[in-house]
C-alpha cells in the first residue's frame, strides 16, 4: 500500500515536472517564433530600405532633359519651265501601248512639275537624353526622338508624288509619327594616366548634328562627324586618343571610327525621299581634330578621310496601280554599287569681336570607286538599267531613267560649307546668322540622315540660308529664317549616275522656304 503511494506520488510529481517544462518549451518556441517573425520583418525592411537607396544611387546618377521642337515651313519650288524642256524624254519609243499625247504631258508634269507650291507644314519633335556616370571609368548616353507631321497629303520631297500614298504600297496618311533610339553608347576610358588616354565608344553613335550645323541651332555639337562629311546614323564602335600631351597642343584628339549606317523610322521623317540609301553602308573613318593657336580664340580644326563602303541601292517604288504596287513590292534585294570616299578639312572658331562672332569653314572632296553594278530608279527594273513597263502601260519615268540610275558615281567631287553668327548683345539677346554651301555635279557624302528638312549640305548648286535666332526665356527661343536652294545638277543625294554615263545633267531649279522654328529646353 505504501509503495503504491509513493509510486502515484513520485508520478505526479514527474508528471508535474514535465509538464512544467513543456509550458517552458512552448513558451521559448513561441519566443524563438516571434524573433523569426521580427528577423524577418527587419530583413523585409532592411531589404526596402537597401533598395531604395540602390534606385536613389542610380537614379543619381541617371539625369534627363528634354528639347521639345516646334517648326512651320512654308515651301515651293520651281524648275523653270524645265518640265517643257524634256518633253523628247517621253516620245513613246512603242507604238500602240497606250499613251496619247495627253498622257505624256500629264506624265511629263507628274514626273517633274514645273512649279509646286506646299500649304504650310507643321511639324513637331521630342528628343529625351539620358546621361549616366556610372562609374569613374563608365558612363553611357542615349537619346529617344519622337517626331510627328501634319502634312499627310504632301511632302516636302519634290520628287515624291502629291500623296504619300502613291509613293511606297506600305505608306499611309496616318503614319506620320515616329519613335526612334538615334543614340545609345557607353564610354570606357583607360590609360588615363598614360602618354594617350584613350575613350572607347560602343553601341548607336554620336554621328549627327555635328560642326557646323549645330551654329543655327545655337547648341554645342553633338557628332563627331563634321557634318560635311557624315550625317547619318551608324551603330559601331570609336576609338579616342587624347594626343594633347604628346603633341604639347591643347584639346587635340585622334578618332577612329568603325560601324554600320542605318536608317531610323522612316514614317517620321516626312521630308527625305532617300534615307534607305545609306541604311547597311559599311563606315569607317580616322580623323584628327586639335585647337589652332589663333589669335587667341576659341576653336576647332580638323582632318580626317571617311570611307563609305559596299553603298547599296533599291530601284526607285512609285505608283500605287494594282500593277505597280505587285512590283514594288516584289523587289527586294539592294545592289552593291562601290564605295565612296570623303576626304575633308575645316575650322570653327567662336567667341571672336568680344564675343560677338562665330564663324566656321569646312571643305570636302568625295571619291567614288565603282564595281560596275548598275540600278535603275526610273522604270522599278534592274536588268541592264533599261527601260521596262509595269502592268502593260509604260512607266511616266522617262525622264527618270536620264537622271537616276546607272553605276556608281564616276568622277571626284566637291563642295565647300560656310557661315556666320552674330550676337548683337542687345538687351533683346538676338542672334543673326548666315550659312552657305555648295557642291558640284559629282558631289555626294552621308548626309540622309540629317535633321536639317532639306539635307542642305548634299545640294549641287548653291544654298544660302539666313536666319535670326531671339531667346524668349532662359529655356525658349525661336528662329526665324529664309532658306533658297539654286540646284544646278541633277542627283543630289544619290549616289549613282545616270544612263548616259555622266554623273548628273544640267537643272535649273530653286526651292525656297520661309520657316519658323521654336524650342524648349528642360
Partial sequence: MKLSTITISLLLAGSTLFAGELEDLKAQMNLIQEKLEKAEKDRAELWEVSEKVETKAFSNKLSWSADL???????????????????????????????????????????????????????????????????????????????????????????????????????????FRAIDLDRAYFDYKFNKDGAVPMIASLGILPTTGGLSLNMMEDKPRKSVFPSIMFESNVQGAILTGDLSKVTGMDKTYLRAIYGKAFTLNDDGYYYQCNRENIQNINVMGLFLETELPLFGVENTFWIGINKNADIKATPFLFGSSTANVLYNTSIVTQKNLGDITNYGFGIEATSMADGKLDAFFHYAISDPDSNGECVNYSTNALTNCASSTIGNVRNPGGYYESIAGGTLLQDNGSALYLGVKYDTKSSWETKLGYEFNMGDESWWSATQGSEDPFNKLATRGTVHEAYVIQPITNNISARFGYLRIQSDYTGTGLHFGTTTGADSLKQDSVQENFYLKVNAFF
Fill in 69 to 175: 521642337g516646334f517648326r512651320v515651313d512654308s515651301f515651293s519650288f520651281d524648275n523653270n519651265g524645265m518640265g517643257n524642256n524634256i518633253g523628247t524624254q517621253f516620245v513613246d519609243p512603242v507604238p500602240g501601248d497606250g499613251l496619247t499625247t495627253a498622257d505624256k504631258a500629264a506624265a511629263r508634269e507628274y514626273a517633274f512639275p514645273q512649279e509646286k507650291k506646299w500649304d504650310p507644314h507643321y511639324s513637331g519633335s521630342l528628343k529625351l537624353d539620358a546621361k549616366a556616370q556610372f562609374t569613374n571609368d563608365t558612363s553611357f548616353n542615349g537619346r529617344m526622338i519622337i517626331n510627328w507631321s501634319s502634312q499627310n497629303e504632301q511632302r516636302l520631297c519634290i520628287l515624291s508624288p502629291q500623296n504619300i500614298g502613291d509613293e511606297l504600297p506600305s505608306a499611309s496618311s496616318t503614319k
